[in-house]
Structure formats: structure tokens, C-alpha cells
């Protein structure tokens, strides 16, 4: 089982780009899926999260607003919409899958990388000013 984050890029501040994740020997659809991102020099911190029904969606404060987390069950895809990009978003961006199928937890939880498994190789964004 892999997850694959693409999408990333350079692009400048105030701009858009759009990740997203796919998986190879697993269906997503019934796991929550996570984006986390690690900048330059930084520690793996959450980004966004979705249910495996779509229902409910998390973000962390610093992307409240300005991301949008989205997915295509029948695409087995999972997407983050980023827009009015800050030099501060610059970061490789990966995604991950629930351990456990069809929960409804917190933000607290889906913030939790810890519960989260199968991390693919990232994707990297590049913010200018």
C-alpha cells in the first residue's frame, strides 16, 4: 500500500496550486485522509483532513480560509486546493491514511500524525515573494 502526493511546484505569493492523493492497494474511501506538510528546518505539522465520507473536513489555523480539502471516492482521489499561497507555506507536502477505517473523530485526532500511516513520498511547494 502507497499513497502518492502530486501536484506541487514554484509559484508565487498569492497564487494557487492543487495537490493531490492517490493510493495503489488500498481504497480510500473508507479511511479519513490527512495532508501534513514539513517546511525547511521544521517539524511534520497538519494541514488538513477529511472523513472517509467527505462529511467533515479540518485545518489547521494557519490555512484556515485559503485550502480546501476535497475527495472523489469513485476517483479514489484526495485533493488540496491551496490558494492565496504564502512564502510561509513553502514545505514538501505528503498525505496519509486513517489507520482506521470509517472514524468520526476530533480535530484533535485527525491532527495527530500518529494516527495516520501508509505516508507516501511527498510533494514539494515552493512559495516566492
Known amino acids: 500500500v502507497q499513497l502518492q502526493a502530486f501536484g506541487g511546484g514554484l509559484v508565487q505569493a498569492g497564487g494557487s496550486l492543487r495537490l493531490s492523493c492517490a493510493a495503489s492497494?488500498?481504497?480510500?474511501?473508507?479511511?479519513?485522509i490527512g495532508w501534513f506538510r514539513q517546511g525547511p528546518g521544521k517539524a511534520r505539522e497538519f494541514v488538513a483532513a477529511?472523513?472517509?465520507?467527505?462529511?467533515?473536513?479540518y485545518y489547521a489555523d494557519s490555512v484556515k480560509g485559503r485550502f480546501t480539502i476535497s475527495r472523489d471516492n469513485v476517483q479514489n482521489t484526495v485533493y488540496l486546493q491551496m490558494d492565496s499561497l504564502r512564502p510561509e507555506d513553502t514545505a514538501v507536502y505528503y498525505c496519509?491514511?486513517?489507520?482506521?477505517?470509517?472514524?468520526?473523530?476530533?480535530?484533535?485526532?485527525?491532527?495527530?500524525?500518529?494516527?495516520?500511516?501508509?505516508w507516501g513520498q511527498g510533494t514539494e511547494v515552493t512559495v516566492s515573494s
Open positions: 496519509a491514511s486513517d489507520r482506521t477505517s470509517y472514524t468520526s473523530g476530533s480535530r484533535t485526532y485527525y491532527s495527530a500524525d500518529e494516527n495516520f500511516a501508509f
Open positions: 492497494g488500498r481504497t480510500l474511501s473508507n479511511y479519513a
Open positions: 477529511i472523513t472517509w465520507n467527505g462529511i467533515r473536513t
